[in-house]
DNA sequence: TAATTACTGAACCATATGGTTCAGTATGTA
DNA sequence: TACATACTGAACCATATGGTTCAGTAATTA
């Protein structure tokens, strides 16, 4: 069975901390581009790119293979499955915790009566 | 309608972008707990923790109140909705790329024959 | 061959991160 | 009142991040 080790969660939620690299990431979506192009859509230097490519490059999240003296870049195969896997699984955690109307309500009143030296 | 306005996805990604983070929310899943018995479970000073719970609060992922001298900590009511969200959007985007098994062949293919100028 | 294009790498900068220690402050207990 | 507990804040440290500029190199094109 062909099974695709990704890289730890660690670098791929990092990756995904930055809005540039995510908007990097729809931009995929919508097919490869080169480093220039995304340097222009996204009002850039090459070199500030290149940058955050490399970091997708390492979460797995982006592919890239450079052709003649351009370099393509795509998402990578692996996809989002073990964020979207652990996210999933704490969701149900903070579920469990608000089962109740109540803590909602609670948590509300206090973020609201502030000057608490909370 | 009660909304919850989450923080920017760059503060709840980068929250999620540590160990001992996403580890302090897995304890919190099992229940509330004070600065001290998360410095004990994770080996860590007291003010280490604070920290990673502050970030954790900035996101909004974790909730905390003083009541005595004992700070305690819980899972944010707001969840991990936007996140997910957000994840499943593009997983669509990624799979799309990839409904054909040739690319993914193709991609084990560039990651073997090593040695390229890639 | 010369000029242009596309990228690359090193160096730099300001700021953030993940951790520490140390010196408090506030609260609870004997 | 004295001591212990629980946290807090400032200061420090090494390293990472997000960006830049500048000086290349390699590939096209004229």
Redesign the interface.
């Known amino acids: 069975m ?1 099974q695709y080790v990704s890289p ?4 791929s ?2 990756a ?4 540039t690299r ?1 908007g990097i ?2 931009q ?2 919508r097919g490869e581009a080169s480093i220039t192009s995304l340097a222009e859509r996204f009002q850039m230097t090459l070199t500030g790119v290149k940058k955050h490519v490399q970091v997708l490059e390492r979460a797995g999240l982006v ?4 052709v003649g003296r351009v370099r393509t870049c ?4 692996r ?3 073990a ?2 896997e ?3 699984a ?2 149900k ?6 089962d109740a109307l109540d ?2 309500i609670s ?2 009143k ?1 973020e609201q009566g502030n000057g608490s ?2």
Chains 1, 2 share one sequence.
């Open positions: 062909v730890p969660l660690d670098l939620f990092a995904l901390a930055d809005a995510r990431i729809d995929l979506g592919v890239t293979q450079k795509k998402l990578g195969a996809g989002l499955a964020e979207a652990w996210i999933e704490r969701r955690l903070f579920e469990a915790r608000f803590e909602i948590e509300m206090q030296a909370d």
